[in-house]
């Protein structure tokens, strides 16, 4: 079957940083998803990545491991409003986006 | 750009009545719109793929019956629940995806919150 495992839910300190780790084991691979969702709204788009290695957007970077089947979103000079979840998400094969649980990120002052 | 919105933000109604929700995309045109659900605390469920001027692609366990989805233009998708229960109460989320490849991004409207009593 398809999997996606995230943690469930982190803590961390306002200004600090924190990597958000993601595996996933699917039929296929056609790129990785990361997207934040606040409670109570949408997702929004924060990065693609179907080549290995890092893509940094500000303060936001995102990894892929194709061969480990390994992902990881790092936030640094973490702020208030970044809390929320971040949500992992592979296309497979059939070009159908596997949906991880998502991971509640709490930030404390 | 990239901007999807939805209609309504949010709509409360009786059980056994029928609720329309819209989707569009206001600055690009979608070939394709997916539609998602969400329970508390949940990830997002994909309900079904819609392509403009087709049918849509209702996955497993879905009623396509009871999730009416017509996808009449470029812009615009609608999703109607017939006959609403309490169990269909949920966060409706539709997202758009921009430029006619299936790895290109989705870009999600704000979401319908739809509460049956």
């Known amino acids: 079957g398809q999997n996606i495992d995230q943690p469930t839910e982190m803590t961390a300190t306002e200004g600090a940083i924190v990597q958000i780790n993601c595996t996933y084991q699917?039929?296929?691979?056609?790129?990785l998803f990361w997207y934040q969702q606040h409670a109570g709204e949408a997702p929004t788009f924060l990065s693609y990545?179907?080549l290995d290695g890092l893509e940094e957007k500000g303060r936001f970077s995102s990894f892929l491991s194709r061969s480990k089947g390994y992902s990881y979103l790092l936030l640094k000079e973490l702020q208030m409003k970044d809390s929320a979840s971040y949500l992992c998400?592979?296309?497979?094969?059939?070009?159908?986006?596997?949906w991880g649980a998502g991971t509640k990120l709490i930030i404390k002052p | 750009g990239a901007v999807v919105s939805q209609h309504p933000s949010w709509v409360i109604c009786k059980s056994g009545t029928s609720v329309k929700i819209e989707c569009r995309s206001l600055d690009f045109q979608a070939t394709t719109m997916f539609w998602y659900r969400q329970f508390p605390k949940q990830s997002l469920m994909l309900m079904a793929t819609s392509n403009e001027g087709s049918k849509a692609t209702y996955e497993q366990g879905v009623e396509k019956d009871k999730f009416l989805i017509n996808h009449a233009s470029l812009t615009l998708s609608t999703l109607t629940v017939t006959s609403a229960h309490p169990e269909d109460s949920s966060f409706y989320i539709c997202?758009?995806?921009?430029?006619?490849?299936?790895?290109?991004?989705?870009?999600f409207g704000p979401g319908t919150r739809l509460t049956v009593l």
């Open positions: 998400a592979v296309l497979d094969s059939n070009y159908q986006l596997i």
């Open positions: 997202s758009a995806q921009r430029g006619g490849r299936e790895t290109d991004t989705q870009y």
């Open positions: 990545n179907v």
């Open positions: 699917t039929s296929g691979f056609n790129g």
